[in-house]
Structure formats: C-alpha cells, structure tokens
T-cell receptor, first 113, second 113 residues
Framework: DAGVTQSPTHLIKTRGQQVTLRCSPK?????VSWYQQALGQGPQFIFQ???????QRGNFPDRFSGHQFPNYSSELNVNALLLGDSALYLC????????????FGPGTRLTVT | GENVEQHPSTLSVQEGDSAVIKCTYS??????FPWYKQELGKGPQLIID?????GEKKDQRIAVTLNKTAKHFSLHITETQPEDSAVYFC????????????FGTGTRLTIIP
C-alpha cells in the first residue's frame, strides 16, 4: 500500500516565477492538507482540501492556491515567488469518521533564487 | 488561535536511558495530539497520538501522557536506541485532527552510544 507521494522531490525557481507541486494521498484517504516547513522550524498549515473544496486555510497570502481532483490528489500553486518561499512543502492525507490521523509525504524542497 | 510550545529544543541522552519531551497548548477546544518523528531529508512520521478522552497511551517503548486541565502533554521514550535520534514534533488539533495541525518548534534528540 503506497503512502503519500509528492512530486517533484526538489525544485529550483527564480524569484517572480510560478510553481506547481503535486501530491497523491494514501490509499483510502479523501482529505489533503498542505504545510510549509522552513529550515529548523515546525510545519505551518497552508490549507486543507476535501471534496475538491478548500475547507480550511492558514495565514498564507493569496499567492498560495490549490486544487483537489476527483481522485483526491492535489496540487499546490505558488505565484510570484519570493525568496522567503524557499522551504520544504509537505502534503498530508487523512480520512476518518471521528478522529483523523494525518500522514505526511516526503515533501518537495523548493529553493527560490 | 492555537499556540503550541515545546521543550526542550535539544536533548542528548545515553543509549538505554529515557527521554522526555514536553508540550503545552493554549486552545481548550483541541482534542487530538499527535507526535511526529522527522529524520533528515524526510517528511514527518506519525509515531503515536492521544485523544482528549484518555490520559495515557503506550506503544512498546513510546508513551504519551495528557493533562487536559493543565493543557500539557508529554512524549516518553524508554530504552533509547541510536535509531531514535531525530527531530520530534508535537502537534494539536481540533475536531479529532480533521482540522489543521498546529506544531511545536521541535526537539532534536541525540542518542549517545
């Protein structure tokens, strides 16, 4: 059973460019959350998708947007990249009826130069 | 919003000894508290979690305790082994984890052989 997968593994972009990161949830999971982890810090919540809708959003600007597809996979888009967007971007998937364990993928390392 | 504080930031213990990491949270509505282990270059791995309706949970060498009144929870690792060396994060969430996870700042645990 494959866990959460993310692509690409690493990415280098130039300031001002746009980037798209992809995530496939763990089998049987229907909810995808995205987190940003700066070096030496804990993950920070960006947003969560369920039934192809953004259900909850953290304190990130509108430059950060996302999408969830009918097969529950998800994309994170970041426009007008800033140097400060350099981080590890993590995707977590979950599902449940009462409690929802979130399982993380390996992340995408984004470097903005 | 929720605020999670984690201590200590670094911890070194002799192999075979016990390690304890402590977290406090601010939101009394939080009812789900997972712990994650993150190794270098990898995504966070869920190692144990506790829900607000129990005070303690054990899984082999790992245990977690929760004090709802004081709003703090702790991770206990007994008989530590070199492979326990990693960064550990606590987190808190409402709605059984079906909302954003708010993470602590992490504890770098080093097991000394």
């Amino acid at each position: 059973d494959a866990g959460v997968t993310q692509s690409p593994t690493h990415l280098i972009k130039t300031r001002g460019q746009q980037v798209t990161l992809r995530c496939s949830p763990k089998s049987g999971h229907d909810t995808v959350s995205w987190y940003q982890q700066a070096l030496g810090q804990g993950p920070q919540f960006i947003f969560q998708y369920y039934e192809e809708e953004e259900r909850q959003r953290g304190n990130f600007p509108d430059r950060f947007s996302g999408h969830q597809f009918p097969n529950y996979s998800s994309e994170l888009n970041v426009n007008a990249l800033l140097l400060g967007d350099s981080a590890l971007y993590l995707c977590a998937s979950s599902s449940g009826t009462v409690f929802y364990e979130q399982y993380f993928g390996p992340g995408t390392r984004l470097t903005v130069t | 919003g929720e605020n999670v504080e984690q201590h200590p930031s670094t911890l070194s213990v002799q192999e075979g000894d016990s390690a304890v990491i402590k977290c406090t949270y601010s939101d009394s509505a939080s009812n789900y508290f997972p712990w994650y282990k993150q190794e270098l270059g990898k995504g966070p791995q869920l190692i144990i979690d506790i829900r607000s309706n129990v005070g303690e949970k054990k899984d082999q060498r790992i245990a977690v305790t929760l004090n709802k009144t004081a709003k703090h929870f702790s991770l206990h690792i007994t008989e530590t082994q070199p492979e326990d060396s990693a960064v550990y994060f606590c987190a808190a969430s409402r709605n059984g984890g079906n909302e954003k996870l708010t993470f602590g700042t992490g504890t770098r645990l080093t097991i000394i052989p």
